[in-house]
């Protein structure tokens, strides 16, 4: 069975980087499309950036385009989110998620967070001064 695990979270101040990884385990990442979400407190889980089985596609929200960039390297079974100049808005915790290609586009898979079917426990990422 696939299981994920983010890793990358942590305190940065507004403007700076981190890189958030999501590894798989236990079932060859390739065969899926995954997601990368986050919910702040007293919000829903939103689809932050999502990523084709091969890699040949990609969607952005608005609100992280120019900002954010997800990769993957099938080979080492990990998908990654390198986020740049973020603001205390992005503060939340994120979330990995993968939906086997096929069933759903990285656009639908983005929109609609319940498409997924295999999700991580997440890591915090706290932007603030």
């Known amino acids: 069975q696939l299981q994920l695990v983010e890793s990358g979270g942590g305190l940065v101040q507004p403007g700076g980087s981190l890189r958030l990884s999501c590894a798989a385990s236990g079932f060859p990442l390739n065969i899926y499309n995954i997601g990368w979400f986050h919910q702040a407190p007293g919000k829903e889980r939103e689809g932050v950036s999502c990523?084709?089985?091969?890699?040949?596609?990609?969607y952005y929200a608005d609100s992280v385009k120019g900002r954010f960039t997800i990769s993957r390297d099938n080979a080492k079974n990990t998908v990654y989110l390198q986020m740049n100049s973020l603001k205390p808005e992005d503060t939340a915790v994120y979330f990995c998620?993968?939906?086997?290609?096929?069933?759903?586009?990285?656009?639908?898979?983005?929109?609609?967070?319940?498409?997924?079917?295999?999700w991580g426990q997440g890591t915090q990422v706290t932007v603030s001064s």
């Open positions: 990523i084709s089985s091969s890699g040949g596609s990609t």
């Open positions: 998620a993968a939906r086997r290609a096929g069933f759903t586009t990285v656009q639908a898979l983005c929109a609609t967070p319940n498409r997924a079917d295999v």
